[in-house]
């Protein structure tokens, strides 16, 4: 799987909205780009995943560039809740078969009021 | 989503007895569920690769014989942390999916080994 590079911290003003990029310039055509976040002392939370087009749903927006070599994670109108770890996680979908995800560092989100 | 649920959500235990930890597809059979490890400050690390009717599949530096998983049906696993000692005290996490573009993951089981 490619590896990801995100930044370590953001802030966010409450309301604003939150861009947290990642950096995959490995990428290869058969990886999809998944967002998961962590809210403290919880398990990880599926958020969205894309291949290549534009992804939105009830939670957030994914943006991929067109070269596939980055993408933003767009949380429209940030609330204190989603204070958590943001990871940006980049695998193979092989059809019926189960792979494990990798996990990086992540990005601290802090969302202040 | 799916949802996974996971048992206990802490416990705290003597050195040197076992602990068995519980992760349950609720509404899929999860043909595959992963078992992680989060330690204070870190991110997660995968344990376990836990197929429904097989030996699990250890990462490097995971003992087997320490940490036992059972994968007995489609909708359980659990995994054991025999002989508990303080530096097995972490965030454990299972995860499953049923093949498809998802993993949905539980709420964790915070062990405290005293």
Same mark, same amino acid.
């Given at each position: ?11 966010c ?43 939105t749903?009830?939670m957030?927006s ?5 070269d ?11 609330t ?8 940006c ?6 059809g ?9 560092s ?8 | ?25 609720l509404?899929f ?11 204070? =400050?870190?991110?997660?690390? $995968? ?7 097989? =030996? ?7 003992? =087997?014989? =320490?940490? $036992?998983?059972?994968?007995?049906? $489609?909708?359980?696993?659990? $995994? ?31 062990l405290?080994?005293?």
């Amino acid at each position: 799987d490619a590896k990801t590079t995100q930044p370590p911290s953001m802030d966010c003003a409450e309301g604003r909205a939150a861009n947290l990029p990642c950096n995959h310039s490995t990428i290869s055509g058969n990886e999809y780009v998944y967002w998961y976040r962590q809210i403290h002392s919880q398990g990880p939370q599926y958020i969205i995943h894309g291949l290549k087009n534009n992804e939105t749903n009830e939670m957030a927006s994914l943006i991929i560039t067109e070269d596939r070599k980055s993408s933003t994670l767009i949380l429209p109108h940030a609330t204190l809740r989603d204070t958590a770890v943001y990871y940006c996680i980049v695998r193979a979908s092989l059809g019926g078969s189960a792979r494990q995800l990798t996990f990086g560092s992540g990005t601290q989100l802090t969302v202040l009021p | 989503g799916a949802v996974v649920s996971q048992h206990p959500s802490w416990v705290i235990c003597k050195s040197g007895t076992s602990v068995k930890i519980e992760c349950r597809s609720l509404d899929f059979q999860a043909t595959t569920m992963f078992w992680y490890r989060q330690f204070p =400050k870190q991110s997660l690390m $995968l344990m376990a690769t836990s197929n429904e009717g097989s =030996k699990a599949t250890y990462e490097q530096g995971v003992e =087997k014989d =320490k940490f $036992l998983i059972n994968h007995a049906s $489609l909708t359980l696993s659990t $995994l054991t942390v025999t002989s508990a000692h303080p530096e097995d005290s972490s965030f454990y996490i299972c995860s499953a999916t049923s093949g498809g573009v998802e993993a949905f993951f539980g709420q964790g089981t915070r062990l405290t080994v005293v």
